[in-house]
């Protein structure tokens, strides 16, 4: 491995083990809610009926990353056909990999564990008790009803964008980095401020986020040596 996707690996494994050792009681979590949460008049930053800034924060950032897979693909496709993009190839298949992966993940995970948002909670603006990771709701509280927040789904498409810091495009590795930041943080305090999302959700989007895009750049340098793969950009 790089030392790129050594440390990618190592803060990816360890943050996500912080995250879910300092978030477990749920307290430091709902002491960070209360920044986005107007308990005088009851309501969020921004409204679940958010007409205004939905589009900025929500709706364009996911087309942007829809175009940028179908750009992506287009090129992988073209490589095999246009030389002068043939270089292009397997970094556009790592990115697709990880635009594809590590949403898929993100909601794999969203389908099981069964955590309320915050909106649905007590002391906020639902009724539920905020319980812990796998916890069960206690009896007659959730009326089997299954919830779909964590982790944070929205952010991970933004986060996938992590993946440009394995790259190797620029010597400096904190601004191959910046994009998935930016961009997934963005989407992320979106939600955080309608109330889908607490901050431990987006965390461990994050973490698990650069570990997997650390793991797929080791596996496509692999790749690239088993099918000897020459002079591939980023790589």
Known sequence: MTRRETLGVAIGTGGLALTLVLFASGHLDEQIQWLFFDSAGGGWVFPERDNLWRPVFYTWPKTALYVLAGCLFLVWSA???????????????????????????????????NIACPSEVAPFSGNLPHVG???????GTADGRRFRCWPAGHASGG??????GFLGFSRRVWIGFLPGLAVGWTMGLYQMAKGVHFLSHTLVTMFGALLICALLSVLARRLAD?????????F
Do not use: D, H, W
């Open 226 to 234: 088993r099918l000897g793969l020459k002079g591939q950009a980023g």
């Open 133 to 139: 990771l796998f916890e069960p709701y206690p009896p």
């Open 159 to 164: 986060f996938a964008l992590l993946g440009l």
């Open 79 to 113: 490589s095999f056909f246009a030389e002068r993009v043939v270089r292009y190839r397997l970094a556009a298949f790592y990115l697709l990999a990880c635009l594809a992966l590590v949403p898929l993940a993100a909601n794999g995970l969203k389908a099981v564990t």
